[in-house]
């Protein structure tokens, strides 16, 4: 599948295709893009399947009125809806939906965010310390470093990214906020590179990767919507349905792999001489753990290069 309109190829396009397409091909089939981002998954969905109904969710309106121009020309088959993506059983309802046949998470921060400086997800280059997908949340990222404990920030740099030097950086921003607020990226870089050793600052990427990606996961509670919309995407989906989860992270996966993991699995007690209907996996995994981007792609797109795609089949209810 070639390049689309705008000039961007989404992450693993044709692997999705493939594993949600053999569920899209009844008429009236319902495909769900919880993370719609620059619209690329649903152009595809919709282009290829002319009889699938698209439903879209993005909690940033910029995402969703791009979007909405960008798919204009499929009328009343797409529905597109500004929604944080732990809210999808309450947008299904108001949709009037009640199963859907494909679903896709395409997770974390979007390219079209991260090329935006004014939404500050970037620690590249200069930008305001905003990291909000919906601009309408209360709490940026210089919020959180203005007002939060030094302890709480030092757990939120260790849970969220993994940072051995979560410590050592919280006690430098402390004690640098006593003087002058934290608010642009160019000054929280400056501060991490100033806290932690200088041969950590050789090996592993940019220094500030880890933080940043704290910051953003706490500002926008990122694995707790994965928590609570993945459960709702399974409860949801038909039998013969299938998700298609993409991560780009540890953490992401992590969670990922875990609320799939209680479907794929028999639950029969130890010792039960029969097994119960209930306890009877509901899923099946189509990939086998979770695939890596092909060396082609990730030679062609480097967002790929960090790609975990898992993807599972419906098999029977959730008990």
């Known amino acids: 599948m070639g390049q689309l309109a705008t000039g961007h190829v989404p992450v693993g396009l044709e692997r999705f295709v493939e594993l949600a397409g053999p569920a899209l091909t009844s008429k009236g089939a319902i495909f769900v893009d919880a993370t719609l981002g ?7 969905v919709a282009a290829k399947f002319d009889q ?21 020309r499929f009328g009343q088959r797409v529905k597109l809806f500004q929604a944080n993506f732990s809210q999808l059983g309450h947008v299904l309802a108001e949709a009037g939906i009640g199963r859907i046949d494909a679903a896709l998470f395409d997770l974390g921060v979007s390219s079209y965010q991260l090329d935006q400086d004014s939404r500050g997800f970037a620690y590249s280059r200069p930008t305001p310390l905003d990291m909000r997908m919906d601009p309408d949340d209360p709490v940026t990222a210089a919020d959180i470093l203005a007002a939060y404990s030094e302890a709480d920030l030092a757990k939120i740099f260790f849970r969220y990214g993994q940072e051995r030097f979560a410590s050592s950086i919280a006690k430098a921003i402390v004690r640098h906020r006593q003087t002058r607020p934290i608010e642009t990226s160019d000054q929280l870089v400056e501060l991490i590179r100033g806290a932690i050793p200088e041969p950590a600052k050789r090996h592993g990427g940019h220094p500030a990767k880890r933080v940043f990606q704290a910051l953003r996961m706490a500002v926008n509670g990122e694995l707790e919507a994965i928590q609570a919309a993945l459960p709702q995407a399974i409860s949801q989906l038909r039998i013969g349905g299938r998700i298609v989860v993409m991560s780009y992270q540890s953490l992401e996966d992590q969670a990922v792999k875990q609320i799939l993991a209680r479907g794929l699995t028999n639950r029969t007690p130890v010792g039960l001489p029969v097994e119960r209907e209930e306890d009877q996996p509901y ?30 089949e419906k098999i029977g209810e959730v008990a």
């Open 38 to 44: 620059m619209g690329g998954h649903a152009e595809s």
């Open 52 to 72: 699938v109904s698209v439903i879209g969710l993005d909690r940033d309106p910029a995402a969703v009125a791009l979007v909405h121009q960008r798919l204009d």
């Open 283 to 312: 899923l099946k995994a189509l990939t086998k753990g979770a695939e890596l981007a092909g060396e082609a792609e990730q030679l062609a797109n480097p967002r790929s290069t960090s790609l975990r795609l898992r993807a599972v």
